[in-house]
């Protein structure tokens, strides 16, 4: 007895009329998965230098509806976000990413209570960083790995993203291009890509009650990017 | 699911007397309609890029074995099982074999329109499992107990006053007397509901609007956030998906993205779309402990190498039943089966049978809207005119259509004839016709007169005037 995979398999060759693949034609598809080629990418980003794309991130993240801070370096963070807290009327508690730990000075922040791990639930707002920013769409690109858990991304209502200007790109096949070379290295431990991509354009949102935007329906209702120079 | 597309003219006739759907479904124009033209005149390229699109997924179904089975190698390369189904009681089998091995009690569910192709959560509550829906608008379809009727916005079809009395009946422990009257009162209540059963979940199931070949990663894109956790929290996460859903690279995706949200929701990327491969791994410190691909065909790999092959590079954005004339009047419970719109008018016969859905292929007025904003460029019109084609061929019209054409072609074969004939009935409406200019009643049209008037002619047929400016000349 065929298995089903063997039947589907032999349904598809014999609408198409003919065998599997072989040969020269095999060979050709192998090479279209081992080096990727881009397909047409919009010329919205073509030609712009670092600053240009972090002014076009700047614009579509606010498009997104997300919220943006500026800093010139990454000791500033901290303080922006007690302020972000405060000024939003939010709890002075969060949770951060593993591998912000050390990065990120709290001493000057002494009143903010900081725990460190991945989200359960109970955590109104989570800090973590990206591994690239989409300036083409304001999109985020976040990986899941031990220091960088997927629970922080959804779970708590507000989301803050650090964003260091070197991790900036035009198109979203930038950071593939990014992704690709990373996991090549060490890092990747064998697998093609991290068990979770994230790509988030904005704050979570629903049009299900009559097709009128709502945001937070089960993810963040905020999202606030702080974009670092340098 | 069971199809009623064999009653569409009944369903059709019920949706347009119902005066609470037809003010639902007013709400498309300016929710689909127009946020789509705007964000499309903000990128001059997006002409090029549903070409770009359309070539990418023709080379896929050219060689969809071959990616089939590459996608098939990278999850198991990254610790994934793939379950290759032919039909939908394999996939329902091949879940619940998963959820009995989790001893799963509840499974939560992002929105799926192949889960309801197979018609997942009966199955999982007849084997005492509980499915539960956390798209919003797929919870409160699940709470009406309705099918979707739209494949991105399954609640479209419900106004919020419904709604609140759904909810104050299943959400019987809150106070009785709570607001329910914004968006934000059923959005929060819904997400506070919702919050525990993501960590209650024993499984979480998804769709996916594309598998990788290059990485073996499925790919989920929502604007809630809720198929995240549900894969994120349940102990396993189950992707189940039809086989035409491969593209080759994440490249190839990236060109598919930029079509995918625009020609939906007017949005130029949704807020969440993330690319899931295989479990969580070891070190990392949460995600599911299994991954599953169930991988369905149902009736698909025979569409290859068929006229209806194009129909298979759908991506299920909505744009056409977004921009149909029919669906804005009936709505997508009309079509009877899963699919609605002009999408399903093709894909339903295709996968149940012209016998139950060659109704569909008819409820078209062929004003090309939908081949207009379709991102993939797929010929709809040409395609159900196919099926129409198949379905009087084989004698499934009805016999006053047949009747009706048989006559037709007599005339239309004989041109003095046809001529006499139509000439003589110019003069005699356009006599009759003169003072109202219209006709209230026709005799043998009152398919036609009975929801519109017809218009009276002037007097002369095309042909005659056509005549007579040709010989002017």
Redesign the interface.
């Known amino acids: 007895m065929t298995?089903?995979?063997d039947?589907?398999?032999g349904?598809?060759?014999k609408?198409?009329?003919r065998d599997?693949?072989g040969g020269e034609a095999?060979a050709a598809?192998r090479q279209?998965?081992a080096s990727?080629?881009?397909?047409?990418i919009?010329?919205?980003t073509a030609g712009l230098d670092d600053s240009g794309l972090v002014r076009q991130l700047v614009t579509?993240l606010g498009?997104?509806a997300c919220t943006v801070d500026e800093v010139a370096s990454l000791d500033e963070v901290p303080g922006r976000i007690a302020a972000w807290l405060q000024r939003e009327n939010l709890p002075a508690r969060l949770v951060q990413a593993?591998v912000l730990q050390g990065g990120l000075d709290w001493s000057k922040t002494p009143t903010l209570e900081v725990k460190t791990?991945?989200a359960d639930?109970s955590e109104d707002t989570s800090v973590t960083p990206v591994f690239a920013a989409v300036s083409e769409?304001?999109?985020l690109m976040l990986q899941?790995?031990?220091a960088t858990?997927?629970?922080l991304?959804?779970?708590p209502e507000n989301h803050i993203a650090v964003v260091r200007r070197s991790q900036v790109v035009g198109?979203?096949?930038d950071a593939?291009a990014r992704l690709?070379s990373a996991r090549a290295g060490a890092e990747g431990?064998g697998?093609?890509?991290?068990?979770?991509?994230?790509?988030?354009?904005?704050?979570?949102?629903?049009?299900?009650?009559?097709?009128?935007i709502?945001m937070?329906?089960?993810?963040?209702r905020r999202l606030h990017v702080i974009v670092v120079d340098g | 699911m069971q199809s009623t597309s064999h009653s569409f003219k009944q369903n059709a006739h019920h949706a347009l007397n119902d005066a609470t759907l037809q003010r639902a479904l007013g709400n498309i124009k300016t929710g689909f309609q127009e946020k789509r033209r705007q964000v499309i005149e903000a990128l001059p390229e997006f002409e090029s890029l549903r070409d770009a699109g359309r070539d990418i997924k023709n080379h896929t179904l050219a060689n969809l074995d071959f990616y089939l089975e590459r996608f098939e190698e990278n999850v198991v390369a990254n610790g994934g099982v793939v379950h290759w189904c032919r039909t939908p009681a394999e996939a329902r089998e091949t879940i619940l074999a998963i959820c009995r091995r989790r001893n799963a009690k509840t499974v939560t569910k992002g929105k799926s329109m192949v889960a309801e192709e197979i018609g997942l959560n009966q199955y999982l509550e007849a084997n005492a499992i509980e499915p539960v829906e956390t798209d919003l608008g797929e919870y409160i379809i699940q709470l009406r107990n309705e099918p979707p009727s739209h494949i991105i916005a399954p609640a479209i079809h419900v106004t919020r006053e419904q709604i609140a009395d759904d909810f104050r009946r299943h959400h019987a422990d809150l106070d009785p007397n709570r607001r329910l009257e914004e968006p934000r009162d059923f959005t929060d209540e819904a997400r506070a509901k919702l919050r525990d059963r993501y960590f209650q979940a024993d499984v979480g199931i998804t769709g996916a609007n594309f598998l990788i070949a290059e990485t073996g990663s499925t790919v989920i894109v929502t604007n809630e956030g809720n198929g995240d956790m549900t894969q994120l929290l349940g102990k396993a996460h189950v992707v189940v998906a039809s086989l035409e859903k491969v593209v080759p690279t994440l490249d190839d995706a990236a060109t598919i993205l930029r079509l995918l949200a625009r020609s939906a929701t007017g949005q130029e990327m949704s807020v969440y779309t993330t690319f899931s491969t295989g479990p969580r791994r070891a070190e990392d410190l949460d995600g599911p402990e299994e991954f599953h691909v169930v991988l369905l065909d149902n009736g698909r790999s025979a569409m290859l190498g068929t006229e209806f092959q194009d129909m298979l590079r759908c991506i299920r954005c909505a744009a056409c039943m977004n921009h149909c004339p029919v669906y804005a009047a009936v709505g997508g419970h009309a079509y009877g089966w899963v699919y609605p719109g002009p999408m399903g008018a093709v894909l339903t016969p295709s996968l149940i049978g012209i016998e139950e859905a060659g109704h569909l292929p008819n409820a078209s007025t062929f004003c090309g809207r939908c081949e207009s904003v379709c991102p993939m460029r797929i010929p709809l019109p040409k395609m159900m005119r196919h099926y129409r084609t198949r379905e009087f061929e084989r004698g499934l019209a009805p016999p006053k259509a047949k009747a009706g054409l048989k006559l037709w072609a007599f005339l239309a074969t004989r041109p003095t004839l046809y001529r006499a004939l139509t000439g003589m009935a110019a003069r005699v409406l356009g006599a009759f016709g003169r003072r109202a200019g219209r006709f209230r009643s026709l005799p043998l049209a009152g398919g036609w007169t009975g929801v519109r008037d017809m218009p009276a002619p002037e007097g002369r047929t095309f042909h005659a005037l056509w005549a007579e400016r040709r010989a002017a000349r």
Do not use: C, Y
Request: hydrophobic share 30%; net charge positive.
């Open positions: 298995s089903a995979r039947q589907i398999l349904s598809i060759r609408s198409l009329g599997a693949l095999a598809l279209r998965l990727p080629a881009r397909n047409l919009p010329d919205r579509k498009e997104a593993p791990g991945t639930g769409t304001g999109t899941s790995d031990v858990p997927t629970g991304n959804f779970l198109p979203l096949e593939w690709r431990g697998h093609t890509m991290p068990r979770t991509v994230n790509l988030i354009t904005g704050p979570s949102r629903t049009g299900d009650i009559e097709q009128k709502q937070g329906a089960h993810g963040p």
